[in-house]
């Protein structure tokens, strides 16, 4: 019978004998021949001749050698022992060239969190761990890339062709968010796949046209949508208070897209078309009580806007650069998870608490099963994603999922719809759950503990915390 680990280890023996490939082609040609009165000839004779032996082309052994020979030890080592995949230690490469920093816990994070990641998603999270690193750094990393938008059309065969558009996140957002918004008006029967509606809705918002839904009903009222009326769409950005009053310089974090600079996140709260969730992050650390039987709920950590039933806007509100200190909350949350990767076992000691459901009987709106309006945006907020590991479902296109399940019969002693029992899961993982193949638990800190069907164990973190 196969068994995981086997499969894992004989991944990890490819990439491993990947990296042994570069590290050969690039001493091959680092230290080739001597003597040679063109030294620089000689070494371009050598790229070609790997190039022709392994049968890549040039510019990939240029490739090897350049990302080979800049990575810092620590990388190069991950890259040895088959931790980290060709594209993975490329990026990783990459991120780092950018940077002045070599602190030596910044570089073991970043190899955590490649390490962590799937193949697709290794930049992005090179790119948090970066803004959280140096916020400073971050704001002027996005401006370097930001500068560099642009637009490029490629003809491809049969008639095809291309068009690409590559800038900041939140301009990216806003534009596909018109686009997506536009193709959900078509009618569940439309003829076309999804891609082909979302390539119509583009092409109707480009041209300023019309939308027309191709559903077998004869007086569908989507016939022609007209797609210049249709209102714009809003989007979440999540922006802790303090950034938001331009005390801190914490990232703001685009639901599903990453961390944005403070500066551009107190921009886009300010801007209408986009919905601020503002969270309060405290500077010292919540009190680690057991539930007082005395103490009513804690509020919900959310923008006290959101209570009166609109976000908190802050139009006119001039951006600042505040400082780049980052919230005790945050930071014991950080060492928590570093904990328990390396101790899993240790996973008891950041227990929650077990609530005492008869002293302390929950706010009735824990007793109803689906979270309100305000709750899931804070969930969403909390965790980007899906909290299964790896993957990179939008919270907002996920299934909110009681943790613990919640008891139809008797909601008291079933798990409550709280912020502490609820995980954004995609269909596929919450069947998998509901299946009872793979089981989650919610942690101290936001941290999500997932077992899969053998028993090994893995950690999700929050992407924000709101206290
Ligand atoms: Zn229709
Ligand atoms: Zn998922």
């Known amino acids: ?64 050698i350049g990302t080979y020979c800049a990575a810092p030890a620590a990388v190069r080592d991950a890259f040895h022992s088959g931790l980290l995949p060709w594209a993975a230690f490329r990026s990783l490469c990459r991120a780092l060239a950018g940077t002045t920093h070599r602190d030596e816990r910044l570089v073991g994070r970043l190899i955590d969190a490649a390490c962590g990641a799937t193949p697709g998603s290794v930049p992005a999270a090179i790119d948090g761990v970066l803004a959280e690193y140096d916020a400073t750094w971050h704001r002027k990393a996005r401006e370097a890339a930001t500068a560099q938008r642009g637009m490029t059309v490629r003809r491809l065969p049969r008639g095809q062709a291309e068009l690409r558009l590559r800038g900041p996140a939140e301009t990216i957002a806003a534009m596909s968010r018109r686009v997506t918004d536009a193709a959900r008006r078509l009618c569940g029967t439309d003829s076309r796949l999804l891609p082909a509606r979302l390539f119509d809705a583009a092409h109707a918002v480009i041209t300023r046209g019309a939308l027309s839904c191709t559903c077998p009903d004869p007086v569908c009222p989507h016939r022609d949508v007209d797609t210049t009326t249709l209102p714009i769409p809003r989007a979440c950005i999540v922006i802790d208070a303090a950034t938001a009053a331009g005390l801190s310089g914490e990232p703001g974090h685009l639901l599903g ?10 921009h886009l709260a300010a801007d209408a078309t986009w919905q601020a969730v503002i969270t309060e992050a405290t500077s010292s650390p919540p009190a680690r009580t057991d539930r007082d039987p005395q103490q009513a709920d804690p509020p919900l950590p959310v ?20 400082s780049t200190e980052r919230s005790t909350a945050w930071a014991a949350m950080r060492l928590a998870l570093e904990l328990l990767r390396a101790h899993p076992e240790q996973e008891d000691r950041f227990r929650l608490p077990p609530p005492n459901r008869i002293a302390t009987p929950p706010p009735p709106s824990a007793l109803v099963y689906a979270p309100s309006a305000a709750l899931r945006t804070v969930v969403e907020a909390r965790y980007a994603t899906c909290v299964a590991p790896g993957c990179r479902v939008p919270s907002s296109d996920c299934d909110l999922d009681h943790v613990e399940p919640f008891d139809h019969d008797e909601p008291l002693l079933g798990g409550w719809t709280e912020l502490t029992n ?22 101290d800190h936001g941290i999500v503990v997932i077992r899969d069907p053998h028993g090994h164990t893995y950690f999700t973190a929050p992407d924000r915390l709101d206290r």
């Open 1 to 64: 019978m196969t068994v995981i680990d086997d499969v894992l280890a004989s991944q990890r023996a490819a990439h491993a004998a990947y990296a042994a490939t570069v590290r050969g082609a690039v001493s091959y040609v680092t230290d080739g021949p001597s003597g040679h009165h063109d030294a620089d000839a000689m070494e371009r004779a050598l790229v070609s001749e790997v190039a022709a032996r392994l049968t890549v082309s040039r510019r990939t052994v240029l490739d090897w």
């Open 257 to 266: 897209w990453g961390p944005v600079p403070a500066d551009t996140a107190r």
């Open 422 to 443: 609820l995980e954004p899961l995609c269909r596929t993982h919450h069947n998998d759950k509901t299946a009872g193949l793979w089981s989650y638990r919610m942690l």
């Open 303 to 322: 923008a006290n806007a959101h209570r009166r039933g609109r976000p908190r806007r802050l139009s006119g509100w001039v951006p600042d650069v505040g």
